[in-house]
């Protein structure tokens, strides 16, 4: 595996739980937890 795709792949990976942690922390803030 090439070094650039390997960041590529990681900056992906990064970007998809970062979404995913903000959708996390709606919820859980909607609920008032």
Known sequence: MSE???TRL???F???Y???R???EFIV???GG
């Open 29 to 31: 803030g909607s609920r």
């Open 10 to 12: 990681r900056s992906l």
């Open 4 to 6: 650039d795709a390997r």
């Open 22 to 24: 903000r959708r996390l």
């Open 14 to 16: 990064v970007e998809k």
């Open 18 to 20: 970062a979404h995913l």
